[in-house]
């Protein structure tokens, strides 16, 4: 499963932080992580959580997705997020999630 779009991991960043907190599993958009069959209410506890976040968002919006630094130049990157956009992945994810199940396997995610 990819995160094609980097402003929606930084949507999903609060929740993929508090993932890592609770259960040392970390989804990095350079790294990677694997989920075992056993592991899968993880992944749909972040669907979830990031479903009712979502409800409250508006169609749209700028996602701040980081800040470079140059001399004293500050310059804030930011890209859209269309909430469609990130619904239809989230809904991808929970159907990979929900193949995953029927299979008895588990979910990776695989950084650059």
Known sequence: MSLENEAHYWFLW??????????GKYVDLY?????RSSELPLLEKLISDCKARLASSPPEWQQHCGVSLAGSTKTIHSQLVRR???ELWLEKL???VELAREVGSGVEFSGD
């Open 14 to 23: 609060p929740l993929i932080d508090a993932l890592r907190a609770s259960h």
């Open 84 to 86: 469609g956009d990130l």
């Open 94 to 96: 929970a159907s990979l």
């Open 31 to 35: 790294g990677d992580v694997a989920f």
